[in-house]
């Protein structure tokens, strides 16, 4: 990869990120994303401005699985009466691992990262499965997958364009 940054998850933007595969093995985890943003701060950005990366592998080394949700929701009428009340779901890490092969062209729509005092980061990311259809107004399922990791590296081999305001 001719660009890599380590832990730089406040330089990145995922608002259009699709997270299009996912390996895990004993190694860690890797994410193909496409859409990912390259924040002016970054310290691979040499011109300063939002950018859409090209493709980019991020390496979770030594990616371990935690306790994670599948967010529960809401859904009211157009009036706001409540006609629907889902709570979250808490999913162990084999619940998780058994989801991996469908979190394939999803969005990947946010990377919380926390670094602890042994040095691990713990991540939350924000994975939400797409409309059926352009314009469907039904409820999609989400989930905040929790991982540990010694280190993250996000590679990528070329900018593409710069991200319009």
């Known amino acids: ?8 998850f406040s330089h990145f933007s995922f608002s259009d990120c699709v997270l299009t595969g996912i ?3 004993p190694a860690g985890i890797q994410l193909t994303l496409e859409a990912l943003i390259v924040l002016p701060e970054n310290s691979q950005n040499t011109n300063f401005t939002k950018s859409y990366a090209g493709p980019v592998q991020l390496r979770l080394i030594g990616g371990q699985l935690t306790d994670s949700v599948k967010e529960g929701y809401l859904y009211r009428d157009a009036n706001g009466k409540l006609l629907e ?3 979250d779901t808490v999913l162990s890490p084999a619940e998780v691992e058994a989801l991996l092969p469908t979190f394939r062209d999803v969005y990947l729509f946010q990377i919380l990262s926390e670094t602890r005092e042994d040095g691990s ?7 939400e499965f797409p409309q059926a259809e352009e314009f469907d ?3 999609t399922p989400s989930y905040r997958i929790g991982v540990r ?3 993250a590296v996000f590679g990528w081999d070329y900018y593409m364009n710069r991200v319009e305001s």
């Open 23 to 25: 390996e895990w093995n």
């Open 149 to 151: 990791c010694e280190k």
């Open 1 to 8: 990869m001719k660009f890599q940054a380590v832990n730089e």
């Open 137 to 139: 107004t039904l409820v």
């Open 121 to 127: 980061v713990l991540l939350e990311l924000g994975i």
């Open 85 to 87: 009340s889902v709570p």
